[in-house]
């Protein structure tokens, strides 16, 4: 009760908040200042009260003994066990007219209606991009701020707590979530139920202007950015434009004939890394599509399609100057270099 009788003399010239004692106020005045004087020597996060900084060390120290029997994620103390549960338990009594989806609150479905409606209200000053949460600015702006949250095992940083949790599972090799139909586990019962999605061939994410198909919306956002991107990036040789100025680099690589990604196994080298994951997983896949005529397999039907093509000498990419044929679409585009470069 003392703290309900006590005066808060010691009062904010900028929002009016009273405490009751001066340390208090110091504390809260740092907070408008922006000033995190207390560093977290594990992690790098910056507190601007002790208190939260003792806190925040106390979960590093702390055991995990606190796991939720329906997904068994742990929490240090029971009061996040008891919070985490009244998640699993909760009514979502305010649902989506458009979508179904349900809400706990109220506000979770304000948020939701604003992304249908296509409303981004909440702006960043300094970048001019913009949320239909304010969550979503708020995390946008730790960005430019350059608040990182650092892994103690391997050094990547993350802008999020939550990223950093999730990233510290993969190191533990937490993967409680597993895939009933392949074996496969995962730290995220939102990554086993996008897998899942991929075993039902669920694509319900459709492109209006190619037609293409993909089981995430995310998948689907950065396709679009394929056909709104403005190929800024243009090549000097053959005058190929990229929207990226590292897929230019990547191009213009190939142009020079520099190989600098090489094969362990084989010791094939490519211009980009992607060209060398591509062949890599060639290496580890079943070659399961087999050559009628010499046995040799293919990962892949394409490839079985371009070896057959050989076999019957059809040379069907011609180029337009010289009228030389090719059987490969890639020979071709590599002799027409040769021309541009002329």
């Known amino acids: 009760m003392d703290i309900h009788a006590a005066v ?20 809260h005045m740092a907070m408008h200042a922006g000033v995190n004087c207390h560093k977290c020597d594990i992690c790098g996060k910056a507190f601007t009260i002790k208190r939260g900084l003792r806190t925040h060390t106390a979960m590093h120290a ?15 103390r029971k009061k996040g066990l008891k919070r985490h549960m009244a998640m699993h ?20 479905l304000e948020g939701h209606m604003a992304m249908h409606a296509g409303v981004n209200c909440h702006k960043c ?14 995390k946008h702006m730790d960005m430019h701020a350059g608040v990182t949250h650092k892994c103690v095992v391997c050094g990547k940083a993350f802008t999020q707590m939550g990223t950093l949790k999730m990233h510290m599972d993969m190191h533990a090799g937490v993967n409680c979530h597993k895939c009933d139909i392949c074996g496969k586990a995962f730290t995220q019962m939102g990554t086993l139920k996008m897998h899942m999605d991929m075993h039902a061939g669920v694509n319900c994410h459709k492109c209006d202007i190619c037609g293409k198909v993909f089981t995430r919306k995310s998948g689907l956002k950065l396709h679009m950015d394929i056909h709104a991107a403005v190929k800024s990036h243009k090549c000097d040789i053959c005058g190929k434009g990229f929207t990226r100025k590292d897929g230019l680099e990547g191009h213009m690589a190939m142009h020079a004939g520099v190989n600098c990604h090489k094969c362990d196994i084989c010791g094939k080298a490519f211009t980009i890394k992607r060209g060398l994951r591509a062949h890599t997983a060639m290496h580890a896949a079943v070659k399961s599509h087999k050559c009628d005529i010499c046995g040799k397999g293919f990962s892949r039907k394409s490839g079985l399609n371009s070896h057959m093509a050989m076999h019957a ?5 011609k180029c337009d100057i010289c009228g030389k044929c090719y059987k490969q679409k890639s020979d071709l585009k590599r002799h027409m270099a040769i021309h541009a470069l002329n």
Not at 8 to 19: A, L, P, Q, T, V
């Open 125 to 138: 000053d300094i970048c001019g991009k913009a949320f239909t949460i304010k969550r979503g600015l708020r």
């Open 89 to 108: 338990a909760a009514v979502k009594r305010h649902k989506c007219d458009i979508c179904g989806k349900g809400f706990t609150r109220k506000e979770g």
């Open 8 to 27: 808060k003399s010691h009062k904010c010239d900028i929002c009016g908040k009273g405490f009751t004692r001066k340390d208090g106020l110091e504390g």
């Open 313 to 317: 000498a059809v040379k069907c990419h």
């Open 62 to 76: 702390a055991v995990k003994s606190h796991k939720c029997d329906i997904c068994g994620i742990g929490f240090t």
